[in-house]
């Protein structure tokens, strides 16, 4: 049992076999939970089954993005009244640019208001949808045929060296 780790292969195919089984874990939690994190006009979410890459951009031309920040955050989902989750990438309001298995990009507006009666700030989120399974099945398919696939004996002869 011992000589089953030996090689490359078996060792490369064991790390991706822990990757895709995280990957399912994390899809899984992307069906109830948003987790995102935000580094300075990009954040990276994960929701509804998906990865999102959104850009911030402002109307305002006098906005000055933050020089540095960064800020992880989770929640849960919120449902509408018929039961569907209600994620803003997915709101039928912010109608997407395209969107193919999964697949999407498009945008949407935030509002931020300010206190004391100040005008509000409008900003726009360009996003990018990536589905978990065009990641998780690669990753899988890689590592079965890493363990699974039987490895090529050497053509070289032993010489008596």
Known sequence: MHTFFLGWRKKVGIITLIVACMLTGA???SLVRIDYA???LFS???GNGGL???RTVSTDPAFRPPASGFCYDSYLMRRQGNGEILFPADDPDNLPRWRFLG???GEYGIVISRAHGLPAEIF???YWRFPYWAIVLPVTLLSS???LAKS???TSRATGF
């Open 103 to 105: 697949f999407g990009s």
């Open 44 to 46: 990276f979410r994960s």
């Open 27 to 29: 899809w899984l939690r």
């Open 152 to 154: 090529r004996e050497s």
């Open 52 to 54: 999102f890459l959104e």
């Open 124 to 126: 726009k989120e360009r």
């Open 145 to 147: 045929f890493l363990l």
């Open 38 to 40: 935000v580094v300075r």
